[in-house]
């Protein structure tokens, strides 16, 4: 039976036009018309076709170029150069245009707050297309290596120390440069010394602010790299790492905001990204839903104050602790008292108060009836006091939202949570190949974050809206 077989030397013919290069239903084209219905001066570009010199990179095109590269998982700027001769797609993209690797990277570099802006602009325009409702919003976050190693994250006595020895490095270059001018040796030597001293001079500044940043954040370490990250630990060990929020909305899956954190959990971040979601809606959400990692009452109670419904299991709820015979939830409070009754009827009366975690102690009366309780051991093994109970300033809000929370209605939504929240970030660490940042500090990685996110959304608006002929007609049909 014979073979098929290639013959290099075949004389073919490309299209005779770039424009021909890529089928209607090719996804390049979705992308290209999503950036060219992005408003260019919201995002802070400034478009100036009288501008003299040396004629730059039409920004529009720039920024096609590295959406489209993300959401293909080609990041890196040189390769990102090598698809502009190999890619069909990108050659089509670009009209042509091949801007080298350098030229790409200061791009990214430069444009990082322009970048953060994208994702903004793509939630607007899903609002617009009615892909997001903006009633219901999820909450989740997870952990994505920043550019830097966690061996470089020192403590306080570390950046002392570094700082005495470039001091005293600074001060030998000092003395071998008049050395140099008092013997009058080869040009060369000084201007590698001076080039030596220079980067000194460089790293004994960054390790000054450094120094400064400990004061102001109340780290414990820093990492030298890139200051901006913190060690966290994931599923694959400990490593210098951001934590990544995501808020979706129910309605399509779609994300509304994303952000990069040096915050190691969630538990302050429930608020404050529901907060941000509402401000990308310009209203407010109806319910807002997380897991067990964000409950923490100061911060749910803010978001009940203003009246969105809150559905977010205790850390005891979501373990099954409240299902213990002798949990703090089976002991019952009397208000006009302020005192505790244990599930046998003894008193637990007040104690202290811990102002630093804001918890009001109660303590049995006297520690022999637990010694004499039936219950000993289970109820507590406390040989000191006896049984001892906390209570938050707001428990009464915790334990509000602990029964909403148990509601049949509130059951079916967060039974949808996971769906929703999770499938992001499986789409960027999965398809997109992201494991691990490409830019450094707390700015470029939020320029990626976002990035990353409209990706995901463009995928998903070209599901929905039935290919990308049909997105691209809905994006044309939207108003100026």
Known sequence: MAYRTGDRY?????????????AKDDPVRAYDAFVEALDLEQLGIVI?????????????????????????GVKSSRKLERE????????????????????????????????????????????KLNLIAGNVLFVDGTKIRA????????????????????????????????????????????????????????LKEAIQDTLEAFEKTGCEKINHVDPDCANM???????ASYNVQSVVD???GLIVHAEALNDKNDRQQFSRQVEQANEVLEKKC????????????????????????????SQEQESGATEDPFAKQQFTYDRDNDCYYCPQGHQLSYVTTDTKLGKRYYQITDKRLCFACPHWGQCTPNKKSGRRIGRLKNE?????????????????????????????????????????????????????TSLLATCFNVARMITLLGGVAGLVDQIKALPV
């Open 10 to 22: 075949q004389m073919e013919m490309l299209p005779p036009c770039i424009e021909e290069y890529v």
């Open 48 to 72: 100036n076709p009288y501008k003299v010199g040396n004629p730059s990179y039409e920004p529009r095109a720039m920024l096609k170029l590295l959406v489209y590269g993300y959401s293909y």
């Open 84 to 127: 502009l001769y190999h890619n069909l797609s990108f050659i089509w993209l670009m009209g042509g245009l091949k801007p080298d690797f350098k030229t790409i990277a200061e791009f990214r570099r430069n444009n990082k707050k322009v970048l953060k802006k994208v994702l903004l602009q793509c939630a607007r325009m899903c609002l």
């Open 147 to 202: 550019n830097a190693s966690a061996e470089h994250s020192h403590d306080k006595g570390w950046y002392k120390k570094k700082l005495q020895e470039v001091d005293r490095r600074i001060e030998s270059l000092l003395q071998q440069s008049e050395a140099v001018d008092h013997q009058e040796e080869e040009l060369d030597s000084f201007v590698a010394m001076d080039n030596e001293l220079a980067q000194a001079e460089n």
């Open 233 to 239: 630990k994931g599923t694959g060990g400990k490593h």
């Open 250 to 252: 129910d309605q399509n």
């Open 286 to 313: 109806r319910t807002a839903c997380a897991d067990s990692g964000y409950a923490s009452t100061d911060e749910l109670e803010k978001v009940d104050t203003e009246g969105i419904e809150a559905i977010v299991p």
């Open 396 to 448: 009464a809000v915790k334990e509000k939202l602990e029964a909403h929370y148990k509601e049949a209605s509130s059951q079916v939504i967060y039974a949808r949570r996971k769906k929703r929240v999770e499938h992001p970030f499986g789409h960027i660490k999965r398809n997109l190949k992201v494991d691990a940042f490409l830019l450094r500090g707390r700015d470029g990685v939020q320029a990626e």
